[in-house]
């Protein structure tokens, strides 16, 4: 009987990204920046931001290298694998290749998307993240999670593929919608609650001001650095990671379930407002900085009018259930104990198991109101 | 002017991917093998490949954890966007999360598109290759390339992503039909002429066999010797990987361009007679070496009745342009020197430029005819 073993082992170097905050940085990127390897450039993007710094970007990379600009239409329903297919087959028709430098331009769909077709396309090319709204700059830019959505649940089909750097240029936001806001408010608030007190108390500070992205701005910095000391510790999510998850398997599962028409940002708020609330009651979080973390996101919530829709509580817990960090049939959540410190367990673990009985009365506490 | 700037380094633990060749492993599979972090484990094959070793596969598993069997339509035509959503999906609906072992059990099909499946559920969870077709033996299922066909052109979307391991069990090559011997046998012979004299010497001998496959059994685990020490120095193909491309330049450009109405295997083998031609006419090849590699070649072409179709060579030319490989504008090849010794230039790169000239006039040395 033939019989053969052999082992194949991969070494692997580590990886670097480099994550530059400037102002005005779009109109002063330089080769020194991007680096020598690429032999042209492609910069996917939506119709709205194209329109506002698409040009901009290709004019500054043209000088630099051959740069084209690939739109989708914007909004969460073209992270798809079928845009995936649309983009990849134009890049191809525009003679991109392997050394090809991918620039993933605009919000977190931008990245999410152009984040991914860095990875597949001829199996990966270099790509950079050019964040462009506040949830992007703060949150999904730093990372390297990309991804579509299928139709059975959000972020589904994906990868680790981190970027060679990410770009930051606040003067951007001043072309945000301020229906935006909120997203990456809600993000900056979790990076406060579960790393960063000091930044926790700034938030709230900011929500004086008149034109609150002004007293956000100069937060950003923080936020990134509290992403990328997660990231850099714990890429793949095997324990540390899972507390940037704070507030989102709830809020994913009340995004997923109203079909996407919450916003990721009041989703999340929401979410917090659950899982704060979960981790009182399992009497994790310490009743003071419970109280703290509940005001702040109510003058959130206040400022921004999020509204609690009326929910199909069961179904917001089937979706919970689709999402990637349910394992062996079990939901669990990474809790807060203070502003700034997250619970781990006896098992070392930053995530606890929490029973359907509790999310789902978790989702009772929210005050729902009819649209 | 705002400015921040900071570096994440992401370390990167070494991957180690073991291959497993024994008759009968298939109803020998035991946890010691697959490992324990598994919750369950799904297959993914085709039609065929299901009713002849998926059950038998399953079962097997089942007595380790929960197991389903994920079928798609057999052929190079499954190997799509779409078909990933399919089966994304139908995992989802299984149950299926991230500790979920995957098996990519059947020929190159089932191994590109399972690997590739694997890669992004959930952003990634392990698997195993279970090649049941010579090729996939000997070659596609070593080295962690995974990906689909877009619709302009083979192989452009996917992902470098190691198995745990590969299971090989040369007993069920017994089901195999004769006409998909030519696939793997192309690729052997490929292996032998970039790498093993040995290798090439007993490829002749066993087309001597009256049943070839009986030649062939002996030999795929010094094939998978080659495949593996290549992959194991060079996984990303920044060098000596591209000599495993040895054929595929010229090769892929057939296939595609024939709408892969011409095998893969039949288009390696006209694909090294005309990268062979191309390396002996720029003076690399050693004239007896080059004799020696086109007689072999001319063999297994007569032993499988590979015939020429009649060729549009500047549709040819087009798709070898769409290739991967090409970059900056230029066709670049691995060249033998000898048979077991790649050419490498002056620069220590395993390729060398050929002109769109030379890359024409090599497929006018096949013999065309019509079909």
């Not at 392997?98 to 620039?103: E, N």
């Not at 817990?317 to 006896?346: N, V």
Request: a positive charge.
């Amino acid at each position: 009987m033939a019989r053969d073993a052999l082992e194949i082992r991969f070494a692997r170097a580590p990886v670097q990204c480099s994550v530059v905050l400037r102002d005005g940085l779009l109109e002063q990127l330089s080769r020194a920046e991007i680096g020598n390897a690429g032999t042209s450039c492609v910069i996917i993007t939506d119709d709205l931001v194209a329109r506002l710094y698409g040009k901009q970007l290709k004019e500054k990379l043209c000088g630099i290298a051959r740069t084209n600009v690939i739109t989708f239409p914007h909004g969460e329903r073209s992270k798809t694998l079928n845009t995936v297919a649309r983009i990849t087959a134009k890049m191809s028709k525009l003679g991109c290749d392997r050394k090809t430098i991918l620039f993933a331009l605009g919000g977190g769909v931008a990245g999410d998307l152009g984040g991914f077709v860095a990875s597949i396309f001829k199996r990966g090319i270099q790509y950079f993240q050019v964040p462009t709204t506040l949830l992007a700059m703060v949150d999904s830019s730093i990372g390297g999670k990309t991804g579509v959505d299928a139709v059975w649940g959000k972020n589904q089909l994906g990868s680790y593929y981190q970027p060679d750097g990410v770009f930051i240029d606040p003067s951007t936001l001043d072309t945000l919608p301020s229906s935006e806001i909120i997203n990456g408010i809600a993000e900056m608030a979790k990076s406060g609650i579960i790393a960063d007190p000091q930044l926790f108390a700034k938030i709230d500070s900011a929500l004086n001001n008149k034109a609150i992205i002004d007293g956000l701005k100069p937060l950003i910095f923080n936020a990134c650095k509290i992403k990328a000391e997660v990231v850099e510790k714990d890429e793949r999510e095997a324990n540390l990671r899972s507390t940037l998850n704070y507030g989102h398997t709830v809020g994913h599962a009340l995004e997923s379930s109203s079909g996407y028409r919450l916003s990721h940002g009041k989703s999340v708020l929401l979410g917090m407002f659950c899982e704060g609330w979960i981790s009182s009651k399992l009497g994790l979080f310490e009743a003071k900085d419970y109280e703290r973390h509940s005001l702040l996101l109510s003058r959130i919530r206040d400022r921004f009018n999020v509204r609690t829709p009326l929910l199909d509580q069961k179904k917001v817990l089937r979706f919970a259930f689709l999402d990637k960090k349910t394992s062996e049939g079990s939901l669990r959540m990474s809790l807060p104990e203070k502003i700034g410190k997250m619970h781990i367990a006896k098992d070392g673990m930053y995530t606890a198991p929490v029973s359907r009985e509790l999310f789902l009365e978790s989702l009772s506490q929210l005050r729902q109101e009819r649209n």
